[in-house]
C-alpha cells in the first residue's frame, strides 16, 4: 500500500501502525503475548498483555508534537507524582537500557515515532464528571500544582511553554475549508484577543508543569479515587490555565460541575488570581487550539470531523466575543 498515510482509513491506518508498537514493545524488552488497540485518536494507545501476564498501556505519537526530552520530563514527573503524591497515576516503564522512551523508525508517518509504556489502569472510565468527580478533579488538580511548583525537570528534560493560545502548533485556521469572510473574522479577532490575555498574563509570571489535558477522556476511578493518565500534552503554564481546560469540557453541562470542580481545587490550595474575562479568554482558548488540532492531524476520524467541527468553533468563538462567556452549549453547535 503506497498511499499517504493521512489518506487511508481508520482500520488501515491502525495496522499500519501495529508493527511501530511491536518493535517499540520489544526494545522495552516486553514479551508480548497479545496486543489490541483501545484508542486511534490524536496519538493511538495499544493495550498490550505481556506472557508474564503484566498489562501495559503502550502509546504512540501518531499525531503528537513531543520529543525525547519532552517525554524523558513527562514520564519523570508522573513517576514522581505516584512516589510523592497520593494522585493516582500509571506505573511509566523504563527500556532495559534506562531510557523513558524510544524512537521507532516509521515511514509510514514519514518520521521516527516516538513510543511510551507504562502500567495499565484499571479502573471505571469518568467521562461524564458528577459533582462530586469534579469536586475530585479540582482537588487532584491543585496537588499536580502544589507538587509541579516543588519538581524541576531532569537533566535532559524539557517541556513546552504553553504561554501562546496554540501552544506553538502550526496555525491552520487561515485554511480551513467551508468558512465566510464574516467567519474568518471571528477567528481572527478570537485569535487576537486570547493572544493579547495570553502575553498579559504570562508577562513576568513563574510558570510550573500542567496536564493541560485534564477532562473526563484521562481520567478513571479506581479504588474509589480519581486517577489521571496521558501527560502527553504537559507544558509549562499558569496554574489558571489548567483550569480554564478543564471548564471548557464542562461547559456544556451543569455549571454545577464546574462550580464543584472549582471548590475541591480551593480545599487544597488557594485558587489562582485571574479576572473573569481573563479566564473566559483561556476558556475561549481551548477552542482555537482543538479547531485548529483537527485541521493538522493525520487521524482519519478526526480528519473526518474537522471541517464541521471549524463551523462549531467560530459559532461557540462569536457568542463569546459578544457576550463575553463561553459556552459549549449552543443551539445547533453540539459537536
Sequence with gaps: ??????????????????PIALRAADAFG?????????????NTTFAVDAADGRRFALRVGTNSHSTLANALAQQAWVRAIAEQTDVVVPVPLRTPDDRWAVEVDAPVLGRAALVTIASWLDGDDADALTADAARALGRTMATLHAHAAGWSLPPG???????????????A?????????????????????TGEVFERLHRGARLRPLHADLHGGNLKWREGRLAVFDFDDAGLGLPALDLAISA???????PVQEESMIEG???????????????EALVAARQLLLANSLLVTTTADLRAQAEDYTRVSVARLRHWLATGRFTRALPDASV
Design 30 to 42: 516486553l514479551d508480548v503475548e497479545r496486543m489490541e488497540v483501545v484508542l486511534h485518536a490524536y
Design 248 to 254: 471548557f469540557y464542562l461547559r456544556a453541562d451543569d
Design 173 to 193: 485556521l487561515d485554511r480551513a475549508p467551508g468558512l465566510s469572510a464574516d467567519d474568518r473574522s471571528v477567528l481572527t479577532l478570537a485569535r487576537a484577543r
Design 157 to 171: 528534560g524539557a517541556l513546552p511553554r504553553f504561554d501562546i493560545p496554540l501552544f506553538g502548533d502550526e496555525d
Design 265 to 279: 481545587y480551593a480545599e487544597v490550595a488557594p485558587l489562582p488570581r485571574i479576572g473573569p474575562a481573563d479566564f
Design 1 to 18: 500500500m503506497d498511499d499517504r498515510y493521512d489518506e487511508r482509513s481508520e482500520a488501515e491506518q491502525i495496522d499500519a501502525l501495529r
